[in-house]
């Protein structure tokens, strides 16, 4: 007689195919206009039914961490009860396997939301192919969901070719994808991965090395009944260097994908290497982003733009860091658009956008060099706000207006030059489009009004009496 706690579980086991085959049966034929992959889906469920299962995770006899290297393979239906580990071994998931991953809806056992960790020293390989993609998702065919699959540092690999993520990114977890903090860990290679059907969260690569050159993601959608508009849950949430390895063929949204969650939010605010960002056809969202030089080597940092990006602007960014040390914080920004593409700078707000949604674009003398730093061919809409203290480096007597671009003078008294600024549209500014400290010898050497910059400012009618002079002597 077997004992009691194997008969539970494979009792249990033998309970969840049944209860997906329940499910699947009860539901109603697809519409004509079936979300992307959904059918698929279906078809998945139906095939794992009857199924030989392995389960892993939070669940009474299931192996929750690795104890050595491991393969799944197809022959096999994958059941993850809550959080599963790889410790410091590799699992490898054979192409046509199917992992099933426990939602919040399964009581039997109170296991949270299934979800793969891979452990410093670990890796994952998740190896599909073209022909026959491995499939990951929730038990259910109904909208239950599951976390995702994330890395901390020092892990020795992170490999997906042909994936299929169904239903991931819920409830409070990191992300469908996600890694920590680490300039040293390998990219995450990402070939032909799809997610579809989003429940809140999607991608979080917080480390500097980002996705590999051979990557192609695409998210083709979000739970269509989610309509909360939280901006904590972007479609990709990404550290500032690791977004330069996004290129319209590594990473792709879909029409599926709400407006409010198409923005690639850069949530860690520190710019320390060199990087481009590529026009996406989607935004980029910043709340305080930093371009203090090389912390380590005090070498100087530059951020470059492409033509047709878009920053949309929580709060303020920061050209040369803010302690003014142009010795350790010297950094720069370049954003030069064309006519037909230029770069926009604008309202990171997700409601309706008003002058003053973000501060500036901050710019201390000596922290920059003049000669890099340039704005050409742009946009800055619905900045100069006020900062939480009042405008430093103003000189004409007034501290309540703010500007979409802020000058800060050199901590000696000579002349100095701002940045290189042509052919651009300032327009509703909460305060100013251009401020700067030019009293005495501090003086900025650009009026940027004259004719010779060829710029244009726009929709301040509604602020005249806060209107002075760009520059003052």
């Given at each position: 007689?077997r004992?009691?706690t194997?008969s539970f579980?494979?009792?249990?086991l033998a309970f969840v195919?049944?209860?997906c085959g329940?499910a699947l049966?009860a539901?109603p034929?697809?519409?004509?206009?079936?979300?992307?992959?959904e059918?698929?889906?279906?078809?998945?469920?139906?095939?794992?039914?009857g199924?030989?299962?392995?389960?892993?995770?939070?669940i009474i006899?299931?192996k929750?961490?690795l104890?050595s290297?491991?393969?799944?393979?197809p022959?096999?239906?994958?059941?993850?009860?809550g959080?599963?580990s790889?410790?410091?071994?590799?699992?490898?998931?054979?192409?046509?396997?199917v992992?099933?991953f426990?939602?919040?809806?399964?009581?039997?056992?109170?296991?949270?939301h299934?979800y793969?960790q891979?452990d410093p020293?670990g890796?994952?390989?998740?190896l599909g192919?073209?022909?026959?993609?491995?499939?990951l998702a929730?038990f259910?065919?109904?909208?239950l969901?599951w976390?995702?699959i994330?890395a901390?540092?020092n892990?020795?690999?992170f490999?997906i070719?042909?994936?299929?993520?169904?239903?991931a990114?819920?409830?409070?977890?990191a992300?469908?994808?996600?890694?920590?903090?680490?300039g040293?860990d390998?990219?995450?290679?990402?070939?032909?991965?799809n997610f579809?059907?989003?429940?809140s969260k999607?991608?979080?690569?917080?480390?500097?090395?980002?996705?590999?050159?051979?990557?192609?993601?695409t998210?083709?959608?979000?739970?269509?009944?989610?309509?909360?508009?939280n901006?904590?849950y972007?479609?990709?949430?990404?550290?500032?260097?690791a977004?330069?390895t996004?290129t319209r063929?590594t990473?792709a949204?879909?029409?599926?994908?709400?407006e409010?969650a198409?923005?690639i939010?850069v949530?860690?605010p520190m710019?320390?290497?060199?990087v481009?960002?590529?026009d996406?056809?989607?935004?980029?969202?910043?709340?305080e982003?930093q371009i203090?030089?090389?912390?380590?080597?005090?070498?100087p940092v530059?951020l470059?733009?492409?033509?047709?990006v878009t920053?949309q602007?929580n709060?303020?960014i920061?050209?040369?860091?803010?302690?003014g040390?142009?010795?350790?914080d010297?950094?720069n920004?370049?954003?030069?658009?064309?006519?037909?593409?230029?770069?926009?700078?604008?309202s990171?707000?997700i409601?309706?956008?008003q002058?003053g949604d973000?501060q500036?674009?901050?710019?201390?003398?000596?922290s920059?060099d003049?000669?890099?730093?340039?704005?050409?061919?742009c946009?800055?809409e619905?900045g100069?706000s006020?900062?939480?203290?009042?405008m430093?480096h103003?000189?004409?007597g007034r501290?309540?207006?703010?500007s979409?671009?802020?000058?800060?003078?050199?901590p000696?008294?000579?002349?100095?030059?701002?940045p290189?600024?042509?052919?651009?549209?300032?327009?509703?500014?909460?305060?100013q489009?251009v401020r700067?400290?030019?009293?005495?010898?501090?003086?900025?050497?650009?009026?940027?009004?004259?004719?010779?910059?060829g710029?244009?400012?726009?929709?301040?009618?509604?602020l005249k009496?806060r209107?002075?002079?760009?520059t003052?002597?």
């Amino acid at each position: 007689m077997r004992p009691r706690t194997n008969s539970f579980r494979y009792a249990f086991l033998a309970f969840v195919p049944l209860f997906c085959g329940r499910a699947l049966a009860a539901a109603p034929p697809p519409a004509k206009a079936a979300a992307p992959g959904e059918s698929e889906l279906r078809a998945v469920y139906k095939a794992v039914h009857g199924k030989p299962q392995k389960a892993y995770g939070q669940i009474i006899n299931a192996k929750a961490v690795l104890d050595s290297d491991e393969t799944w393979k197809p022959d096999h239906v994958y059941l993850v009860y809550g959080p599963f580990s790889t410790g410091a071994h590799t699992l490898t998931i054979e192409a046509g396997t199917v992992v099933l991953f426990n939602d919040d809806q399964i009581r039997i056992v109170s296991a949270p939301h299934g979800y793969i960790q891979v452990d410093p020293g670990g890796g994952i390989k998740i190896l599909g192919t073209e022909k026959d993609h491995v499939v990951l998702a929730s038990f259910d065919a109904e909208d239950l969901y599951w976390d995702g699959i994330g890395a901390g540092s020092n892990y020795k690999d992170f490999t997906i070719q042909y994936a299929d993520f169904y239903k991931a990114g819920a409830g409070a977890g990191a992300g469908a994808i996600s890694t920590l903090h680490s300039g040293d860990d390998p990219a995450l290679t990402l070939s032909h991965v799809n997610f579809y059907k989003l429940q809140s969260k999607g991608l979080k690569i917080w480390n500097e090395t980002g996705l590999a050159p051979d990557s192609s993601v695409t998210v083709y959608g979000y739970n269509p009944k989610n309509t909360s508009k939280n901006t904590q849950y972007p479609v990709m949430d990404c550290d500032p260097v690791a977004a330069g390895t996004l290129t319209r063929a590594t990473f792709a949204t879909k029409a599926g994908v709400p407006e409010y969650a198409r923005v690639i939010s850069v949530t860690t605010p520190m710019v320390l290497k060199d990087v481009v960002w590529h026009d996406l056809g989607i935004p980029y969202r910043v709340m305080e982003l930093q371009i203090p030089g090389d912390t380590y080597t005090g070498a100087p940092v530059k951020l470059t733009l492409e033509p047709g990006v878009t920053v949309q602007i929580n709060d303020i960014i920061y050209v040369g860091g803010k302690t003014g040390n142009g010795e350790t914080d010297m950094g720069n920004l370049v954003a030069a658009g064309t006519k037909e593409k230029p770069i926009t700078f604008t309202s990171g707000s997700i409601e309706k956008h008003q002058p003053g949604d973000w501060q500036s674009i901050f710019l201390r003398a000596g922290s920059f060099d003049p000669k890099v730093t340039r704005f050409d061919n742009c946009v800055f809409e619905y900045g100069g706000s006020l900062p939480k203290n009042t405008m430093w480096h103003d000189s004409d007597g007034r501290g309540d207006v703010g500007s979409e671009i802020a000058i800060m003078s050199p901590p000696r008294s000579e002349p100095y030059d701002g940045p290189k600024i042509t052919n651009s549209i300032f327009r509703k500014s909460g305060g100013q489009a251009v401020r700067a400290r030019t009293m005495g010898p501090y003086r900025l050497n650009q009026l940027y009004t004259d004719a010779q910059y060829g710029n244009k400012f726009e929709d301040f009618a509604d602020l005249k009496e806060r209107q002075l002079p760009l520059t003052k002597e």
